[in-house]
């Protein structure tokens, strides 16, 4: 399915947001800023996969407290 580069971007963000990795995707934006750019695919990998995994690495976390923020909300006081 064709997408523009934001809209790529737009789903990239939300994965990784909530702590998953889709690799075909992270693929498909790295592919779609080298191109024009004229980059290395593997240059530009090495630096997004690093900010990549870094956000990921705190989805649950933040998907937690989004949760509890929530409940806390819905408690009848």
Known sequence: MPCTLEELLVALADTLWKG??????????IEE??????TEFWDLFV?????FESI???GALRLMRGQ?????WLLPW
């Open 68 to 72: 509890t923020s929530r409940v806390y």
């Open 47 to 51: 630096e997004l996969d690093t900010c």
């Open 56 to 58: 990921a690495a705190n």
């Open 20 to 29: 998953k990795r889709a690799s075909e995707l992270e693929k498909r934006v």
């Open 33 to 38: 800023i080298t191109q024009p750019s004229g």
